[in-house]
């Protein structure tokens, strides 16, 4: 609290990222990051575009990347926007696309910045329940609204939803913007980029921190029809002319263009999920199916908040969220196969102890 602060600055409750710890090492299960580290390509790229280069501005439009991420999705740079890491794309798209339009839909489950940026752009929201195992059903996404976001694969649980269902969703809506945050798209999931031409109210948003191992570098990008692609760098340029230093330019580029690290990593993630996900079963918790470089696990029998100071005590982090309806489950990243194997065995030794 602070006299000098806006009066707007009290009221905000802003997000809380997972915990980076320093010092001690842990098994790190909380963020979603991803074990296997960036393509050694994209890494040459960022030293090769370090030094004397450093004191000029970078690329103010990005338009070498915006060239490789479109031609990754067979569009062309006019529909490619990239940014300072998806959650400052995101924050752009909440204040381009919902600003005094009326209520934003987003689910009750689902990543909990959402309702932190309608705040801070006085954006009213209405969250619209999942079932009892958490799935969306876009029927219950109806009514007048200013605009919809949808996390697909959603977290924290890691359900997708088939195409066919956002297209139901951008025909329900066609007169405002349906954001489509596809974060976890590229551990089995489709893209919506795909609908693009078809649909003019369609903004996907995707990240390079989890499928390409690039938390650090801060690199996310939208993709949509031009129209709205111009809104998003009238936010930008209102706000910061460049987002992305040159490394980021040159190691994002680079990372996606090296199509088979991130074939090879991505398949690793999957795979390892999957055996991560049965061994938990098989000691007795509640796994959801996932698309995502995590899994979100429930025991009937055990507290989930104490399951995370046992696991802790061993040197394990894993996140917790306290809103009611999923305080009893743990979101589990997905780390090498060593560290998922640690995690499932120091379940069993908890639940036996
Ligand atoms: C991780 C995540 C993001 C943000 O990723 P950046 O690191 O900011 O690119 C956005 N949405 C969801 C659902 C996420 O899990």
Redesign the pocket.
């Known amino acids: 609290m602070s006299r000098f602060w806006s009066p707007a600055v009290h009221a905000l409750e802003p997000y809380v990222p997972g915990e980076q710890p320093k010092g001690q090492s842990f098994i790190k299960l909380n963020t979603?990051e991803n074990p296997y580290g960036p393509s050694p390509k994209a890494l040459a790229a960022m030293a090769g575009a370090g030094g004397d280069a450093l004191r000029l501005y970078p690329d103010p439009v990005a338009a070498d990347l915006r060239r490789v991420i479109g031609g990754a999705f067979g569009l062309s740079a006019d529909h490619v926007f990239a940014g300072n890491?998806?959650?400052?794309v995101?924050g752009h798209a909440f204040a381009a696309f919902f600003r005094d339009k009326g209520p934003v839909l987003f689910a009750d489950v689902t990543?909990s910045?959402y309702p932190v940026w309608c705040d801070l752009h006085g954006i009213p929201y209405r969250r619209v329940a999942t079932d009892a195992d958490f799935n969306i059903h876009i029927a219950d996404y109806t009514g007048e609204c200013g605009g919809v976001i949808l996390?697909n694969p959603n977290?924290p649980t890691g359900i997708a939803l088939p195409l066919i269902e956002v297209e139901r969703l951008l025909r329900q809506h066609p007169d405002v913007v349906v954001l489509v945050?596809e974060?976890?798209v590229d551990f089995g999931a489709d893209s919506a980029a795909s609908l693009i031409a078809k649909y003019d109210n369609l903004l996907v948003v995707q990240?390079?921190?989890?499928s390409r191992s690039l938390?650090g570098l801060?690199?996310?990008f939208a993709l949509g029809q031009p129209h709205l692609i111009e809104g998003l760098v009238r936010i930008k340029d209102s706000f910061n002319s460049y987002p992305l230093g040159r490394p980021a330019l040159a190691g994002a580029a680079a990372a996606l263009e090296d199509r088979a690290w991130f074939d090879e990593t991505r398949a690793r993630v999957m795979a390892d999920r999957d055996a991560m996900s049965a061994g938990l079963r098989e000691l007795g918790f509640k796994v959801l199916p996932s698309q995502t470089n995590f899994i979100f696990a429930s025991h009937p029998g055990r507290d989930a908040a104490d399951l995370l100071a046992e696991l802790r005590a061993r040197g394990i982090l894993v996140r917790h969220f306290r809103s009611e309806k999923i305080r009893n489950w743990l979101r589990i990243s997905v780390g090498t196969a060593e560290e998922c194997q640690a995690l499932v065995t120091a379940m069993g030794e908890i639940l036996a102890a």
Not at 207 to 210: A, D, E, I, P, R
């Open positions: 979603n890491g998806s959650d400052e995101l990543y910045f996390a977290a945050d974060a976890y990240t390079l921190s989890k938390a801060r690199v996310g």
